[in-house]
């Protein structure tokens, strides 16, 4: 049997000339895509006489992009992908773009909606049972070369031979060209600071045991670094790419966590450097499968805590997510994300998380929009997407209303936008005629701010500058608290705090004070058990100090770990002192004071303490409280 197949192979060999010969004016050719393009089979169809020829590609290579810009009256593209690259492959039409998602297409080929005649592919060197590898593009790939009346494969040593449903047998091949040459390796893109910061924010997302997918770009690159302290990841992904191998190689992923296909990560192919073609070769526990098996969303959805991270050209303000031109990646077009965001949002646990820059990176307009322009396309629809992040922070819009939504995405903008973005959404109806634009702390005084903390009762919290679209748990704060509680906080027997009330109550500018929340439960379902500020008064040197805490977590060190907060971050920004004014009955709040380091300076009327201390008077140092 060995020698039969030896044999087989042995008559199928031709020059890449007679391999372009075999096509036929008037064929529809299959190629493969970017880093697995059959490129010296390519050139030789550029050199031959072939008319009205279809190329179809995933993603359209600069080889095969190159032959339809220069022999456009004899070859033309069809690919799942529109455009996205500088200079002469702009001018590429979007008349043959396929808006298909990634695990549909192979479906389309088995059934010849989209007929396939040549399948031209690259392939690994054969194994001893006489089978070739797909290597690193199996995707649409393994569909193309079984719908194919005929298969011509480029054999290339330099093509890993990748473990997974990557093999074709010699006798599925019609013809093979010894073709050796190097790999495509795209260039390594380099990230500023927005991109880290956007990753930052993405990697508090991921816990512990989640198994994770990636879109190709730089912010998934950029985010490997903050992940380098998690535990036990596991990797359903749909292009493989080197900084995962990083991850795997420092134990971080194991795919210990999955339920199946345990201990292997699976892609349907991957780009990178030779390091990462190397690292794939032969590796048993990277597998490789067509896209309508691993992105079927039924098969994501499987996996318990699965989070898929992507990217987006805009978000409008109700949550819709296009992709058009690129930002962090030279491709586009739907690809599997949404095959990802679909199955993410049917799986036990599941994050589906798209980020983007605040602004564009060539024009400097924002990214987040009140309505798209005609000829914007909507890859992911409202109910499809749980989190945007830009470098402006994360917004949840989960079981949100378009009001909710709208207030969220606004204040994730670039600050230069919101005051716009906030104008739009009120004549657009997205939000309250009266609901005001606000201006909230500044990016670098909400990352100081953030901490996690555990109090009394292993009470796991969050800490945070308030945000204006915390209005809702701010009201549900307001309403645990009981009348008296009520009344040691505002001194009056309030029983309602409606819109009017709220939203002023949350849009807190760092000129007049600063706002804090303490926070708890998963992120899909925070509560604010506890909201702290202080205020400058005019004509007040120090500003005052209040606290509302929910009774069921009173007692638990909550008022006094905020009041020395607030003290510490004050400091910082030069402000003096604080002063406060405590009914005489509140003995726990007062306690919280008589607590602190520093003379108190009390005077007593009608009922009500009115405190005031300056942080450069330590107790220390002049012996007695006065």
Not at 277 to 305: C, G, R, T
Not at 554 to 577: C, D, H, P, T, W
Request: neutral net charge.
């Amino acid at each position: 049997m060995l020698h039969d197949w030896k044999q087989l192979y042995a008559s199928k060999l031709i020059s890449a000339e007679e391999a372009a010969a075999k096509v036929k004016n008037g064929d529809r050719i299959y190629l493969g895509s970017m880093c697995a393009e059959p490129t010296a089979i390519i050139r030789s169809l550029g050199a031959s006489y072939l008319e009205d020829v279809e190329m179809i590609q995933f993603i359209s290579g600069s080889s095969a992009s190159e032959l339809a810009l220069k022999g456009h009256r004899r070859f033309r593209m069809k690919t799942f992908f529109v455009g996205g690259r500088s200079g002469e492959m702009d001018r590429l039409s979007e008349a043959d773009y396929v808006p298909l998602f990634h695990s549909q297409v192979p479906a389309f080929f088995r059934n010849r909606r989209i007929p396939i005649d040549v399948a031209i592919v690259q392939v690994s060197p054969p194994d001893r049972f006489g089978r070739f590898s797909l290597g690193i593009s199996v995707d649409i790939t393994m569909a193309a070369v079984e719908s194919a009346r005929m298969v011509i494969a480029q054999v290339n040593p330099h093509m890993p031979r990748t473990h997974g449903d990557t093999f074709v047998p010699v006798d599925r091949i019609n013809y093979l060209v010894d073709g050796p040459e190097p790999l495509c390796e795209p260039p390594e893109e380099v990230l500023g600071d927005r991109e880290k910061t956007i990753s930052k924010y993405i990697a508090e997302l991921i816990d512990d045991g989640c198994v994770m997918q990636f879109g190709f770009a730089g912010i998934s690159r950029g985010l490997m670094d903050f992940l380098t302290n998690h535990k036990n990841l596991g990797l359903h992904t749909e292009i493989f790419t080197d900084a995962l191998v990083d991850l795997i190689e420092r134990g971080v992923i194991n795919n210990s966590s999955k339920k199946m296909y345990r201990g292997k990560s699976l892609a349907t192919c991957c780009m990178g450097t030779s390091r990462l073609y190397d690292y794939v070769n032969d590796n048993s526990l990277v597998e490789f499968y067509p896209s309508d098996i691993l992105l079927s969303p039924s098969f994501i959805a499987s996996h318990d805590n699965m989070v898929a991270v992507n990217l987006a050209l805009q978000v409008d303000l109700r949550g819709q997510v296009r992709q058009g031109s690129p930002t962090w990646t030279a491709f586009e077009g739907s690809g599997g994300d949404n095959d990802f965001m679909r199955g993410t949002s049917l799986a036990k646990g599941g994050r589906s998380v798209i980020c983007l820059r605040s602004t564009s990176f060539k024009s400097g307009r924002s990214t987040i929009v009140p309505t798209f322009g005609p000829k914007a396309s909507v890859i992911m629809n409202r109910g499809e997407v749980n989190y945007i992040v830009t470098e402006y922070g994360i917004a949840y819009l989960g079981g949100k209303s378009i009001r909710e939504r709208a207030m969220a995405l606004v204040e994730i903008a670039h600050p230069d936008h919101r005051e716009g973005l906030m104008k739009d959404a009120r004549e657009m109806g997205y939000v309250y005629p009266d609901q005001f634009y606000y201006m909230t702390a500044s990016p670098n005084l909400r990352q100081r701010v953030r901490t996690d903390r555990v109090f009394k009762g292993d009470l796991k919290a969050h800490i945070r500058v308030i945000k204006p679209t915390d209005e809702s748990m701010i009201r549900d704060l307001f309403y645990t608290l009981s009348q008296s509680s009520v009344y040691f906080r505002y001194f009056s027997p309030r029983r309602s705090m409606p819109h009017a009330n709220v939203q002023q109550y949350v849009s807190l500018t760092e000129e007049q004070g600063l706002s804090l929340v303490v926070t708890i439960g998963p992120r899909e379902n925070r509560q604010i058990v506890a909201e702290s500020r202080y205020v400058f008064e005019p004509h007040s040197e120090c500003p005052d100090v209040a606290f509302m805490v929910d009774e069921n977590y009173q007692g638990r060190g909550i008022a006094s770990f905020l009041l020395n907060y607030m003290i510490e971050i004050a400091k910082e920004r030069a402000v003096k002192g604080f002063s406060a004014d405590v009914l005489f009955s509140n003995r726990p709040m007062l306690k919280v004071f008589e607590r602190l380091p520093y003379v108190l300076h009390k005077t007593v009327s009608e009922g009500i303490v009115n405190i005031n201390f300056r942080f450069n008077e330590l107790k220390e140092e002049t012996g007695a409280e006065q």
